[in-house]
């Protein structure tokens, strides 16, 4: 069964360092995803993505976040200078129009 | 705005027992409503998913969930739970003309323990 794979599952990174997060989406998919939990907290939306542009994005992806699909499979989430509030669980997502997403096993992000 | 509660931090449950996960929403227009699991250091599994049609939809492993429009809530249920059944659930919504894609609202997450 096709599923959405994400690397790497953990990630430590220093404050203020910018780190790229990867999915592979399924391959027949047109609609990409990020979310993120926060420890404790909701699954929140980061950005949906299709066409080779951004369909929408929530207040918390402001300018340090950027989503790119370099080559046809990959999708990544770039942080650019990471802050320790961005220590959460970022989760990558596909799905076909008006379908529901599936989503990847996640990356454990910490920022120290 | 759109929004999603579930109601219980946590239910408990026999094994055998029947179980119930509550669920509510709001949303402007019609919804489309989900249920997602999340087993410890696990990604979020789809479960099920309420589009149309049907008021009751199964989904995976024995789930069902009730769709009522006028109670605007949409509740996880299975006649016989399992111990295997314990993990993180949410529910999760949205707008149907939202373009055609997920921007999913999801619940805070119930936590079903399942006692053998």
């Known amino acids: 069964e096709p599923e959405v794979t994400q690397t790497p599952s953990h990630q430590v990174t220093q404050m203020g360092q910018e780190v790229i997060l990867r999915c592979v989406p399924i391959?027949?998919?047109?609609?990409f995803y990020w979310y993120r939990q926060i420890l404790g907290q909701k699954v929140e939306f980061l950005v949906s993505f299709y066409n080779n542009e951004i369909s929408e994005k929530s207040e918390i992806f402001d300018d340090q976040f950027s989503v790119e699909r370099p080559d046809g499979s990959n999708f990544t989430l770039k942080i650019r200078s990471t802050k320790l509030e961005d220590s959460a669980m970022y989760f990558c997502?596909?799905?076909?129009?008006?379908?529901?997403?599936?989503f990847g096993q996640g990356t454990r992000l910490t920022v120290v | 705005a759109q929004s999603v509660a579930q109601p219980e931090d946590q239910v408990n449950v026999a094994e055998g027992n029947p179980l119930t996960v509550k669920c509510t929403y709001s949303?402007?227009?019609?919804?489309?409503l989900f249920w997602y699991v999340q087993y410890p250091n696990r990604g979020l599994q789809f479960l099920l998913k309420?589009?149309?049609?049907?008021?009751l939809v199964k989904g995976s492993y024995g789930f069902e969930a009730e769709f009522n429009k006028s109670q605007t809530s949409f509740h996880l249920k299975k006649p016989s739970a399992l111990v295997s059944d314990s993990a993180l659930y949410f529910c999760?919504?949205?707008?149907?003309?939202?373009?055609?894609?997920?921007?999913?609202?999801f619940g805070a997450g119930t936590r079903l323990a399942v006692h053998p």
């Open positions: 997502a596909s799905g076909r129009m008006n379908t529901e997403a599936f």
């Open positions: 999760a919504v949205r707008e149907a003309l939202s373009g055609g894609y997920n921007k999913l609202i």
């Open positions: 391959s027949n998919h047109l609609y």
């Open positions: 309420y589009i149309t049609g049907d008021n």
């Open positions: 949303v402007s227009g019609n919804p489309y």
